[in-house]
């Protein structure tokens, strides 16, 4: 991810506030002021994982509470950032969406895997940007994926993305950027109408803010702010928690951060929360069925074909069970 410029964090409240909403609302709640280091579980056994590289954690690796899941498609030319769930895409199947980019700037995807067997079902191609994240609304019919610049967001009708998966086409936005707070990764809660997004802070803790989505695609924005651990590129929200992926560098080991939602938890120093590392260069998290999903970007040929290869290089979705980590928080 990249890390959001001062000047452009400026004009997209500037942005925000044109639009009707209070700017206060933004920067108050949750802030993003220097705080103490949560310590998260960095024990290792010393043995060998189900994964390339070394453990990065008890936690992670005990009891297999990760387990290799599908290969990530695409990683020839393409480097994995978001995730999300589409169930019923084509009125039967379900599938666990990617989105990617390739490194020359040129174009980007999202891919489509089928959620029950892993395989490659399709891919759509779409105008070039980061895309940290995506999120997918059944009811609304939209998916949202992050735009060329933090702070903006794309809107893709479900009908026309399904056509161009099954054919590998090419999709085009529907309407213009729409403005957000932050857009470095996205999420959606289950059935309802909230996206939540957020922002990628690299040496300090950013913040978090969730949108009504209407109907047609418009978002609205929901007041409240919520504090993020440094380096989020990923995000999960249950009726119970929050989950965070975290991660910044090939060589730096990630984390995994589980929020008990209620009262404090706006805030990291006051939440009552469980953190542990992962392995390298974690990015979008996703829930299907009873297991969240976590993409790595070091599987891609760009990271683990160079001579600065990651320390873990991980080229399918790890998965580990969605009660197994909301039992974590405290």
């Not at 924005?221 to 929050?242: A, I």
Request: charged share 20%; net charge positive.
């Amino acid at each position: 991810m990249t890390s959001t410029r001062s000047g452009f964090r400026r004009k997209t409240l500037t942005l925000l506030s044109i639009a009707s909403v209070t700017p206060t609302l933004l920067v108050g709640g949750a802030g993003t002021a220097t705080a103490a280091p949560i310590r998260c579980d960095k024990s290792t056994s010393g043995k060998r994982p189900f994964y390339h590289g070394p453990s990065a954690s008890l936690t992670y690796d005990s009891n297999r509470l990760f387990k290799s899941s599908f290969r990530i498609p695409g990683l020839a030319s393409y480097i994995p950032q978001g995730t999300a769930t589409w169930s019923n895409w084509d009125g039967e199947d379900d599938l666990i969406l990617i989105t990617s980019y390739d490194k020359p700037g040129r174009k980007a995807i999202i891919s489509g895997v089928d959620a029950k067997t892993g395989q490659h079902v399709g891919y759509a191609e779409i105008a070039y940007s980061h895309v940290g994240g995506i999120a997918v609304f059944e009811k609304q019919g939209w998916a949202f994926v992050s735009g060329t610049r933090n702070g903006t967001i794309r809107k893709y009708s479900l009908t026309k993305l399904k056509d161009a998966i099954k054919t590998f086409g090419t999709l085009a936005q529907d309407g213009k950027d729409q403005i957000v707070y932050a857009s470095s990764f996205l999420t959606s809660h289950g059935p309802s109408d909230t996206l939540w997004a957020g922002s990628f802070e690299p040496g300090k803790r950013g913040n978090m803010h969730s949108y009504n989505v209407r109907n047609d695609g418009d978002l609205g924005y929901r007041p409240g702010s919520w504090q993020v651990p440094k380096k989020t590129q990923g995000l999960v929200v249950t009726k119970d928690v929050f989950i965070y992926s975290t991660s910044h560098g090939r060589n730096n080991r990630s984390n995994i951060y589980v929020v008990r939602r209620g009262k404090g938890s706006s805030r990291l120093d006051t939440a009552r929360l469980d953190c542990f590392r992962a392995p390298s260069m974690a990015e979008g998290l996703t829930v299907y069925g009873k297991d969240v999903y976590v993409a790595y970007e070091s599987g891609a040929r760009y990271y683990s074909a160079a001579k600065d290869k990651p320390i873990n290089i991980i080229e399918d979705l790890h998965k580990a069970r969605l009660s197994s980590l909301e039992k974590l928080a405290p």
